[in-house]
């Protein structure tokens, strides 16, 4: 699964579905994360499934630091059934740098021109 390196707290990444088919109580499904390699940075709802970054503040998602997070979400019934399965978040990062010309033509005139004198100056654009 691909995660921007900017999404925001409490972020929606996925959502998990376990279906189970008891009409009572042990058909109700639970959902937890049974291992993480970076616990604050992910939340899961035992009800809905809805796997999101940390509503805390503090944790945020660096490309370079961490490419990728690994996690196994179980999933258990009301009779104590478990299934699990492993998820590995790719981080990815900002937008490639742009430059917002495609082509630079510059007409210089070596008369005057100072050695280390710039010749141009140009914005790239990383969104």
């Not at 430059?99 to 969104?127: A, N």
């Amino acid at each position: 699964m691909g995660l921007p390196e900017t999404a925001p707290a409490e972020y929606l990444i996925f959502t998990f579905t376990a279906k189970d088919p008891d009409r009572s109580i042990f058909g109700q499904v639970k959902y937890y994360i049974a291992e993480c390699d970076e616990p604050d940075l992910l939340e899961l709802d035992e009800d809905t499934g809805e796997l999101r970054l940390s509503s805390n503040s503090g944790v945020t998602l660096d490309r370079e630091r961490k490419g990728s997070h690994t996690l196994d979400i179980m999933a258990q019934d009301g009779g104590g059934w478990l299934g699990y399965t492993k998820v590995v978040l790719k981080v990815s990062g900002k937008s490639k740098p742009r430059f917002p010309v495609s082509e630079y033509r510059v007409t210089i005139s070596s008369d005057r021109m100072k050695v280390g004198s710039p010749i141009l100056q140009v914005r790239c654009l990383i969104l």
